[in-house]
Structures are given as C-alpha cells and as structure tokens.
C-alpha cells in the first residue's frame, strides 16, 4: 500500500508562481513515472506533466515552457514548479504514482488533490 499526499496549493495572483510537492510513502517496491493532472470546475481531468524513473519528461501542449516537473527518489517526492500562472490554470492538482512490483504488475495510486487558485 502506498500512500500519496499533495501539498503547496494556494491563491496566487497572476503572473505569480507556486511550486507543488508530492510524497509516496507507505509499503514501496519501486517507483516508475510520476505525474501531475488537473481537473478544472465542469472540465475532464488533463496531464499536466509525467516523468520517468530515468528522468524523462513530457508535458501538455498548454504549458508552453511555464511548469517543470522533477522528482527525487531519495525523497519518494515529485514536484510542480508553476511560473506565469493564469486563471485557466486554477484547477485541483492530483499526484499520480506508479508503483511496480514485478515485472509486468503495477499498481496506481492518487492523491487526494491540492487547490491551485489564480486569481486578483
């Protein structure tokens, strides 16, 4: 069993910037891709971000160089740095992490969301 928690969500003007932390803990095999999504009010939810174990990263087409994504695993910790936000960035924030436990199984987890609010 894994546990995902999401932390550093807040109201930010625009233009400002915030910076998103996730920590796995709990029971861990291993860890493959982590990743962000959001879902906005009356909207599906997107990726935002993933990375790989081996650092490897891609983004939705919406970010256009604003986020980074990285992680460190010595931490068990992925994090969103988010610059220029907007108002269509503000949305509720989920951490996604792959836990694999053997070759061929996975399991996903979720954690339970952070409120990102762009507003003056």
């Known amino acids: 069993q894994v546990q995902v928690v999401e932390s550093g969500g807040g109201l930010v003007q625009p233009g400002g910037s915030l910076r998103l932390s996730c920590a796995a803990s709990g029971s861990i095999f291993s860890i493959g891709n982590m990743a962000w999504y959001r879902q906005a009010q009356g909207k599906a939810r997107e990726l935002v971000a993933v990375?790989?174990?081996?650092?490897?990263?891609d983004y939705g087409d919406f970010v256009k160089g604003r986020f980074a994504i990285s992680r460190d695993n010595d931490k068990n910790t992925v994090y969103l740095q988010m610059n220029k936000l907007q108002p269509e960035d503000t949305a509720v924030y989920y951490c996604n992490v792959v836990e694999i436990v053997v070759a061929g199984l996975d399991l996903d987890y979720w954690g339970q969301g952070t409120q990102v609010t762009v507003s003056s």
């Open positions: 990375i790989t174990s081996g650092g490897i990263t």
